[in-house]
């Protein structure tokens, strides 16, 4: 394919503008390969290669896209009998020495991106047994072009991807995993952390003397998901780098645990401020009878009646 | 009507009105009947004419209606176990007149609460007699009573004996001392005022802790006492200049702390913009907070932390499947099952399956989606009906107790009574009665005798505190009714 080119590339010679010295290759290289980058999916014909990057001279051009070819970066197409240059995504180079089923499974594998893709998908789609299947896996891995990556989602779930590729968040599970363990107690902690901080930020709103206006209190005991990060990584309870969405998933806990209120304020940015319940200590729990698991099948006429049960004994005994 | 409700009916009447009365008015739960019926269900237990006396007592208090049915020749009595179960309330009803007004205004309500219903004179003069007063208070106790009339703490209500109707607007008219008839005018509790005022109580309560401030708690108080329709979601708006005007504290800052109620999640306020300010309370969001909160600390109680983490975030996202809910609450996935399924089998979530149609071969691929949500209606019948269940044990335990110590109880009351009547004379020397409890009661009994008192009063404070539940859970019915 690249001879082809070669040729196709000298019939255009005569219309290429005239050389101009001293590209560095390097740069070149990286030029093209945005150009064709940024057409997408139409992809780019010489003649829009040659106008889109003048200056460089034919011999330079061929070697250029050649690389490009050989690296896997950019593939060839022919489109009403014009040959166009596309965009094959991120470099990744095939294994030397691999032979078509391995490319086959390689290839598979390297459309799945930072996704990763499963076993069984990838027998269905390249339509190899199982245990040929495993062994061209195995040989992959160990040429350390691929890699098995354990999902969160389920324990025994293996995808598989690039060796040199960063899983998907989906994949990992984001900051609250890490070795595909579920860091609750991680959690907790910031939970508690971010509870503290608004809970100093309300005290502190309350007993400023110097402002009057209470509503201006008000509005200060409120704090930004923004701040609650700031004092997070100031603290360093995290050795993990938390994004701003991580804290608002923390801050939305602490509203589900009846902690925290939550409003969007004038600029369209979620607030939360530390709070009670609106109701005072809960009258069910005064009771043995308020956590009681059979209290529906309590009745005077039942053997399992209120006079009979030990927990109500031990509570009218004084 | 539930069993549960029926045997809280049962409990009250026979505490209050004793054993028989409790008896003779237990088939009237199961529907109206006429006074033959009733005998014959009785089976000759009871007399005719006791059966006859009950009922005239309960007509006497509401607690039955007599209806004339149109296909029927006789007079059927039916049971109104709402108001029965007011009785529960009728502690918190005395402490709020005592609150408000003082001490004679709530021994009037008192008296009218034994009672049940009176002429006026009647409610007066019974008054007196029963705190020892002396005749010259009569004029003093009328003012205080018309008074409650104008406050609409006492309504007029129709007579039986000659079937006479309260005109609309001469409900709350008050007699005066020497009309000719005003023996004929009855007088009974305006519930309904008295439960605008507990439910105004709450409102305040939870304001004050949503914002740590007592000035906003004045402030809440205030437009509270201008709202005039008590039923509608969304009161009357009430101007922001009737409110200063009413208002005691905070009136540089009126305008701020009613931005603060309104701005808040809880949006219990609303506020109209523009050149005349107005204000309206949002009761039904107000007591749908309340109502969920109740809801979530019964949840917490039973469940654990976890739990209702899990059951706020169902509600909050209306319809969650069981991994979106685990990334919401983040709460390992084992665990959210574990948690999920148990508050499922308690009624406390509900799934909705979303099947994938079949295909054109009838086959499916077997996958469904499992959509968590709440169905607060049930959730609140169910719970309703626990905490009827948690009154009634309280009752029972109570009217065990007093059965197993009847002896000693009895005695005590004798002393009591006798000591009150010493104490009156002014004859009582705190030794003399030091020592006549001494010898009258062994030290055991005496033990006895406190740990009884300190169990009953336990009960009547958990009754009391678990009525609260009940009264919000009733006011939310009520609301959410309404709006349809």
Partial sequence: MAAVKRG??????????????????????????????????????????????PVLTIDERVDVVNKLITSNAITLHKVKDTLRYKYKGPTASTPGDANTEELVVFNLIRDSGRKGIWIRDVRIKSNLGLPRLKKILKSLETK?????????????????MLFDLEPDSSITGGAW?????????????????SYKFLEAKKSKALKNTTIRSPLVK?????????RVLEFISKTGISKVRLTVEDIISILDLLVYDGLAAKRVNSEGKLEYRSTKTLLSRNAVSFLPCGSCPVIKRCSDANQLNCLNCKHMKIWTTI | MSSDYCRICTSILRDYFGQDVSEIAKPLQWGQKSLMTLSTMLDGKYPRHLIQETIIVLLQFNFVSAICNVHSVQIE??????????ILRYPKYLSIIKRKFGNQYKELVETLLCLGRASLSKIVSECIKLQNKTDDLYNNYWEKAIELIRNEYFKRTPTYVVWTEV???????????????????LFTLNYNKFHQDMRNKIIIDAVVRTFDDTIVGEVMSTILSQCADSSAPVSNPISLQLIRSNLSVGHNYLLEYITMIEEDPTKFLCKSYGTMCNITVNFKQIINCLNDSIMDQVVSYKFGESSARLFRATRSNKLLELERLQQTALIPDRETK???????MNNYLQVQELRKPNTRLGRNDGKSFYLYHLNERQLHQELTEEILKMIGNCMMWKFKTCEDNKRL????????????GLQDKQEADKDFIEEAMDNLFSPSERILLDSINRLLRKCQLNIMRLDVCLFLFHSYKRYNETIK
């Fill in chain 1, 8 to 53: 196709h590339r000298d019939d255009l010679s005569d219309v290429a503008p005239l050389a101009k010295k001293a590209r560095e290759p390097e740069t070149a290289e990286q030029r093209v390969l945005e150009i064709i980058k940024c057409s997408g999916n139409k992809g780019v014909s010489d003649e829009d290669l040659i106008r889109a990057c």
């Fill in chain 1, 144 to 160: 350390k072009a691929i890699k098995a990556v354990k999902s969160v989602a389920a324990a025994r779930k293996i995808v598989y």
């Fill in chain 1, 177 to 193: 995993y890490s070795n595909q363990e579920f860091e609750s107690e991680f959690i907790e902690i910031l939970t508690k952390h």
């Fill in chain 1, 218 to 226: 008000y509005n200060t005991s409120y704090a930004t998901a923004d």
């Fill in chain 2, 77 to 86: 009595y039916k049971l109104n176990m709402e108001n029965i179960l007011m």
């Fill in chain 2, 167 to 185: 005109k609309q607007n001469k409900i709350f008219t008050p007699p005066t001392k020497n009309q000719k008839d005003e023996k004929k005018i």
């Fill in chain 2, 338 to 344: 574990t948690l999920t399924s148990e508050l499922f």
């Fill in chain 2, 409 to 420: 109880l009895k005695n005590k009351a004798r002393f009591d009574g006798m000591v009150q």
